[in-house]
Nanobody, 123 residues
Framework: QVQLVESGGGLVQAGGSLRLSCVAS????????MGWFRQAPGKGREFVAA????????YYRDSVKGRFTISRDNAKNTVYLQMNSLKPEDTAVYYC????????????????WGQGTQVTVSS
């Protein structure tokens, strides 16, 4: 069983930055693919970014490419999402997720989910 706890959300003006963190319990964090997803009010949850077990490979949804960076520190059991040049349309609850099999843009590939952290970007 893996527990994921996100932090770092908050209120920021458009153009600002935030860094989200997700700390995982357990000793097998380094074997998991990790992903970040988000859910805006009234919308479904969508993929944001994913990273493989070593941190050597990652990919992003088109709308965040060049603005967001996913990274991980396996020694700290933590995955990060650095968000720069934030836009009001980035407002959502952000979730991290862990996959025992692979990193993916598909929610169905993930076995464990955090409780989410709110990000609000004002215009």
């Amino acid at each position: 069983q893996v527990q994921l706890v996100e932090s770092g959300g908050g209120l920021v003006q458009a153009g600002g930055s935030l860094r989200l963190s997700c700390v995982a319990s357990g000793r097998t964090f380094s074997s998991y693919g990790m992903g970040w997803f988000r859910q805006a009010p009234g919308k479904g949850r969508e993929f944001v970014a994913a990273i493989n077990w070593s941190g050597g490979s990652s990919y992003y949804r088109d709308s965040v490419k060049g603005r967001f960076t996913i990274s991980r520190d396996n020694a700290k059991n933590t995955v990060y999402l650095q968000m720069n040049s934030l836009k009001p349309e980035d407002t959502a609850v952000y979730y991290c997720a862990a996959s025992r099999r692979r990193y993916s843009s598909s929610q169905g590939a993930y076995d464990y989910w955090g409780q989410g952290t709110q990000v609000t970007v004002s215009s």
